[in-house]
């Protein structure tokens, strides 16, 4: 990786030199960059897409819980649409990119939206297709969607597992209507975890690793803080209309034990600001 993905600057340094706990593929380095003309933070692994696509099978499905009862995530989803709602959008086309197996798509059509899934995972698409839903499993290319075809689309934790940002955005364009709306999530590089990860990396002198290897993993290829997903929506013809920090995330774990410390940490987080995700609205430049 040798250019910033976002502004192609050539001026990147290396911010952590982190070993694979599994090999993937022919792939033993695991490098974050940051881009010193716009700052984004990005993972070398960029350069290899195909192998990163390997990584989406059943096994990574089954790390989430994907059940509705007392499920952070769909709370999360049901806000997300009163959200919409507030900001006129209560029915139309909605496509959820990157759906898995569709829990959203689902709370979306009870309220009324005509919904539609991308979803590269045969596995998690195949759930979503038992459960009635449209479900494309393959790239968002060779759907060919209508131009100016969608009132919104969501990605609810993906865009940070995206290789082609510019592919997709260019598309995202195409197919949504001239007012409609872009709803994107995903973590925070500038959250409570990531202070608490990178403090005690750097007071141990780089030994505790655990931390950091929890909150840099090689299925996540950018790590944006909210100037960082301007500046990349505004480079890819987005402006954002609204940013709102949430502590709600896909991401928690099944693990009880993770549960307790998680706890304290995202009340602190909240109090200070610095929430695990970030979820914005954008629409798309005149
Ligand atoms: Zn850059």
């Known amino acids: 990786m040798n250019s910033c993905p976002v502004c192609k600057s050539k001026r990147i340094k290396l911010r952590y030199f982190l070993k694979l706990n599994e090999s993937l593929g022919n792939i033993v380095d695991f490098k974050i960059l940051e881009c010193n003309n716009c700052n984004l933070l990005f993972s070398n692994l960029l350069d290899y897409p195909r192998q990163m696509d390997s990584i989406y099978e059943e096994e990574y499905f089954q790390k989430y819980d994907s059940s509705?009862?007392?499920?952070p995530k769909i709370r999360s989803f049901q806000k997300a649409l009163d959200i919409v709602g507030q900001m006129r959008y209560s029915s139309g086309k909605l496509l959820d990119f990157g759906c898995a197996e569709g829990n959203f798509l689902i709370l979306a059509k009870k309220r009324g939206w005509q919904v539609y899934g991308v979803e590269l995972s045969k596995f998690a698409s195949n759930i979503a297709k038992?459960?009635?839903?449209?479900?494309?499993?393959?790239?968002?290319?060779?759907?060919?969607?209508q131009d100016n075809f969608f009132d919104v689309i969501t990605l609810?934790?993906?865009i940070e597992h995206l290789s082609d940002l510019e592919g997709i955005f260019t598309e995202f364009r195409r197919i949504l209507k001239k007012d409609g709306l872009l709803i994107i999530r995903t973590p925070n590089k500038n959250s409570i975890f990531h202070i608490l990860a990178n403090l005690s990396y750097a007071l141990s002198?780089?030994?505790?690793?655990?931390p950091i290897k929890t909150m840099y993993h090689p299925d996540h290829l950018y790590y944006f803080s909210r100037q960082t997903l301007n500046k990349t929506l505004n480079k890819n013809g987005f402006k954002i209309k609204k940013l709102i920090m949430t502590d709600q995330t896909t991401m928690y774990s099944k693990n009880k034990f993770m549960k307790?410390?998680?706890?304290?940490?995202?009340?602190?987080?909240?109090?200070?600001?610095?929430?695990?995700?970030?979820?914005?609205?954008?629409?798309?430049?005149?």
Do not use: C, Y
């Open 68 to 71: 509705f009862k007392n499920n």
């Open 260 to 286: 307790l410390i998680i706890w304290p940490i995202r009340l602190i987080g909240i109090l200070l600001g610095r929430q695990h995700s970030l979820l914005v609205m954008a629409k798309k430049n005149a």
């Open 130 to 145: 038992k459960r009635g839903l449209t479900v494309f499993n393959e790239s968002i290319h060779d759907v060919k969607f």
């Open 205 to 210: 002198f780089k030994t505790v690793t655990f």
């Open 156 to 158: 609810w934790d993906v």
